[in-house]
Structures are given as C-alpha cells and as structure tokens.
C-alpha cells in the first residue's frame, strides 16, 4: 500500500461547479500537508500548504486537513476551465523527515 | 520569479547509452532534487542534494547518479539507459527551512529509451 493515496480521476465537471479532491494517508507523523498543481507539459506548482490540523482559505481555493482521520481535501469553488489540470497531494514532517512525499495525482477536467 | 530549466524538454536514448539530464535554479536556492513522475505512481525522489559537492539517494537511485559541482546546477546522470528509465523527469529546488514546503520545478524532461 502506497503511503498517500489519491484517486486518479479523471475527475469532470461543468464549469462553476464545486469540486472536492482528496488524499488519505498512513503516516500519522506528517506536520505539513500541500496542494501541487500541474498543467500539461508543465511542472507542478504549489497552490497551498498547512501546518497540521485545520482549514486554510486562498481565493477560490480551501484545503482542509484532518489528522485524526488521516485525510486531507481541496476544494474549488466556482471551478473554472482553467483550473482543468492535475492536482498532487504532498506531506512531509515530523519523523516522516523533511523530503516530500506526493501522491499519483488527479486529473481535473472543468468542461465550459 | 524563480527560474529552474532543464536542458531538454524531450529526449530519446537508445538502451545502454549514458544519458546526462541537466538543471539549473537562478534564486541561489541551496537544495535541489531529482524526481521522476509515472502514471499513477506520482513523483518519485531520485537523488537530492543540500549543498554544492553534497548528495544524498532518495526513494529510487538505482541506475541513477549525480553531480553537483555548482551551487546552480544539479545533473541527474543515467549511467546506462533501461527502457524501464523511460519516464518524465522533474528537477526542483527550494531554500532551507520551513520554504521546504514550496518546491520550484523545472518544465520536465521526457525520456524515452528504446
């Protein structure tokens, strides 16, 4: 079993729509928890991070972490074709150690 | 803006070639790292690399090496291609500390081996 765990999707909406994209994980020592994107041809970009448990807001874009459960979510609002890319998940922290691990990524389509 | 490039964006090989990627970062960023990323696998670390002359082997270094000789440029070097080293290729660098978090990635490279 693979340390994160994203479903790869691929993952289609209507423009506008609310999209919720999520990660579990099974290392209980991850402290910091990220949100890469990653447009076609492209390298990923960090959209945002948190530190532990909690919610963090940046726009149309609210990422949302429970420890307890081990899962974490992004969600889109009001999603947008040019948010049509693939979304990596990333942990790292505590005696996980400071190098990133990500999960396969899923693939947004938002169709106009 | 932080810049990282990557020497190519594709390349085709033929197996047992020794294959050089090469990246390179302009903010004076002191770490940089290799991944490859597959399919339903994600991004998988390589090699990274804290400081100028200082490597460390990630998740994956096998048939896999490096060369930092300066602080800019991190080279991933295929000693003797596989087809199972086709891949895409990331580079990425970050400054220390807590902006560990946000790492810079380079374009990609994609490597075909064949």
């Known amino acids: 079993q693979k340390e994160v765990e994203q479903d790869p999707g691929p993952l289609s909406v209507p423009e506008g729509a609310i999209v919720s994209l999520n990660c579990t994980y099974s290392n209980s020592a991850f402290q910091y928890f990220m949100w890469y994107r990653q447009y076609s041809r492209k390298g990923p970009e960090l959209l945002m991070y948190t530190y532990s448990s909690g919610n963090k807001e940046d726009g149309r874009f609210t990422a949302q972490v429970d420890k307890s459960s081990k899962y974490i979510s992004l969600f889109i609002r009001d999603s947008q074709p040019s948010d049509s890319a693939t979304y990596l998940c990333a942990m790292r922290g505590g005696n996980a150690g400071n190098m990133l691990t990500f999960g396969g990524g899923t693939r947004l389509m938002v169709k106009p | 803006d932080v810049k990282v490039t990557q020497s190519s964006r594709y390349l085709v090989k033929r197996t047992g070639e020794k294959v050089f990627l090469e990246c390179v970062q302009d903010m004076d960023h002191e770490n940089m790292f290799w991944y490859r990323q597959d399919p339903g696998l994600g991004l998988r670390l390589i090699y990274f690399?804290?400081?100028?002359?200082?490597?460390e082997k990630g998740d994956i270094p096998e048939g896999y090496s490096v060369s930092r000789e300066k602080k800019e440029r991190f080279s991933l070097i295929l000693e003797s291609a596989s087809t199972n080293q086709t891949s895409m290729y990331l580079c990425?660098?970050?400054?220390?500390?807590?902006?560990?978090?946000?790492?810079?990635f380079g374009p990609g490279t994609r490597l075909t081996v064949l």
């Open positions: 690399s804290y400081d100028v002359k200082m490597k």
């Open positions: 990425a660098s970050t400054p220390p500390g807590v902006r560990e978090n946000e790492q810079f």
